[in-house]
Structure formats: structure tokens, C-alpha cells
């Protein structure tokens, strides 16, 4: 229960310690109980006295289809999240593709996309559902791949880890060697 709640509802007992004191309880539709004097469509009538013995609770009418309450959003939470392609510090050589995929596991919701950062420069290219692809030919160089999970719905965000991988072409001195 947060403090200033319960502050409020010991100070409210503690003003009717004399003698019998009625309070109400609910729930709103964020899941937050409230406490009042005031009746409220769809409280619990709470009534309490000063004999030391406890209070009764009296639902009041449409109680039970007024207090709604709102299930917990379970927020990003994935049993698998990793890039597993390209593999940490792989190598590509010459007209290779670099095949990218990201192990998701539960999928996505209708709320969620997916954006991709190469080297820190967001992919626009990429549908934002797109869990594998290809990058086509790369110049040599040293590259970072990473996704991020957006809910629209939540304004929360998830990142993978940053992979790293490399691009080498083939010498044109030595050709064979790649």
C-alpha cells in the first residue's frame, strides 16, 4: 500500500477513535486502492469502532462489477533475445552476405517493432517485424549489429547486446589468399 494511503487511513481511524467511524474502500481501474469518508459508487463499506473489536466490511451495491480490476502488463520480458547470426567476431570474406537473424522468443505483439543499428546508424531498410535478413556486400571493416524491441503501447524499449564481426576482401596481389 503506499505510505501516504496508509497514513491517510490510520490518521482517518485514529480522528474517530471515540467512537464508531465509517470509511469506504476502492479500487480503481489502475488497480490503486483508495480509502474515504466519501461513499463511492462501487466501494466496500468499512465500519470501525473504538471497543478494540474489529470492523465490519459491508460491500456496497455494484461493488463487485465497479471494482475492475487491471491486469499487469507484462512488459518486455523474453525467454530468448539475442542476435545468434552473425556469431561474435565472425569473418566474412569477399562478395559474402552476412546473414543476420534474432532468436525472439515469445514473437512479437501487434504493439512491438523491431529497428536495427549497424554501427550505430539505424537500418531503414528493414521492416519493422524482420527478425532475419541479409546485409549485402560490405566494404572491409569492423562492424556492430544490435536490435531494439519498441512497445508503442508501453513507451518501453529492450536492446540485444552489440555483435561485433568483421569484413576482409580478398588482396589483389594475392588473390587466393583470402
Not at 151 to 178: I, M
Request: hydrophobic letters at 40%.
Amino acid at each position: 500500500m503506499h505510505p501516504r494511503i496508509l497514513c491517510f487511513v490510520l490518521g482517518t481511524l485514529a480522528a474517530c477513535a471515540a467512537g464508531a467511524a465509517v470509511i469506504y474502500k476502492w479500487v480503481d481501474s489502475d488497480g490503486v486502492t483508495h480509502y474515504s469518508d466519501q461513499a463511492v459508487p462501487g466501494a466496500e463499506k468499512i465500519t470501525t469502532s473504538s471497543s478494540g473489536k474489529s470492523g465490519t466490511v459491508v460491500p456496497l451495491p455494484g461493488s463487485a462489477a465497479q471494482a475492475v480490476r487491471r491486469p499487469p502488463v507484462p512488459g518486455l520480458q523474453f525467454t530468448q533475445f539475442a542476435i545468434t547470426s552473425p556469431a561474435a567476431d565472425q569473418t566474412f570474406f569477399g562478395d559474402e552476405v552476412v546473414g543476420v537473424n534474432l532468436a525472439l522468443e515469445p514473437g512479437l505483439r501487434p504493439t512491438q517493432v523491431i529497428t536495427w543499428h549497424l554501427n550505430g546508424k539505424q537500418l531503414s531498410d528493414q521492416a519493422p517485424d524482420a527478425t532475419s535478413f541479409v546485409l549485402p556486400r560490405l566494404e572491409r571493416g569492423a562492424y556492430a549489429i544490435a536490435a531494439t524491441v519498441s512497445d508503442h503501447a508501453t513507451g518501453e524499449s529492450l536492446s540485444t547486446a552489440s555483435v561485433s564481426f568483421f569484413v576482409r576482401q580478398p588482396s589483389a596481389l594475392a588473390p587466393q589468399h583470402k
